[in-house]
């Protein structure tokens, strides 16, 4: 397996996170503003409508937040150059064999679970924190793995990094 320029794939990786953030913000300025409009005032005491919107729209905000920093992270993420016989870590990208399949992965510290094409190729994001991410680290070219997501284990062999 080829793998895509790992540089490329941290730049569609900010991409996509980027127009999340674009979307998450633009719903909680909505949100926001549907919590302040005339017509979200209690009718009685009863009416909590905007009250539970402005709760909405501060969850939104506080995502929104989080983003930011996690995008800020990741434009300064060093990405290691790896050899074929280090450990794997952060920034690597990893070819999986599972069953007759291969797929590639990159372990990054935010954005897992998204999917991306990078220079032809498609690459899942993991995340350390993720059961796959967790299994990886610190293992090597040649080692097996099993994972248990929802109460299915999974077996992959590591077989390459960079």
């Keep these: ?4 320029d ?6 569609k990786l900010i991409d996509s996170l980027s127009a999340t953030l674009a979307h998450v913000t633009n719903a909680a300025e909505e949100i926001r503003k549907d919590a302040t409009h005339e017509e979200a005032k209690p009718e009685n005491d009863k009416d909590t ?13 506080l995502r929104a937040e989080s983003m930011v920093e996690q995008l800020q992270l ?20 990893i ?7 291969t797929r590639c992965v990159f372990l990054a510290p935010y954005g ?14 993991v995340t350390p924190v993720s059961a796959l991410g967790r299994a990886l680290l610190g293992r090597h ?3 097996d793995i099993d994972v248990k997501v929802r109460n ?11």
């Design 1 to 4: 397996m080829e793998f895509p």
């Design 6 to 11: 790992k540089r490329h794939v941290l730049e």
């Design 49 to 61: 409508r905007a009250l539970e919107q402005s709760y909405l729209a501060r969850g939104q905000a």
């Design 74 to 93: 990741l434009r300064t993420f060093d990405l290691p150059k790896l050899k074929p016989d280090d450990v794997i870590q952060g920034g690597a990208l």
């Design 95 to 101: 070819a999986l064999e599972e069953g007759d399949s």
């Design 112 to 125: 897992g679970g998204t999917g991306l094409e990078v220079d032809g190729k498609q690459v899942t994001v």
């Design 141 to 143: 070219v040649g080692d």
């Design 152 to 162: 299915t284990v999974r077996s992959y062999s590591v077989i390459k990094i960079a």
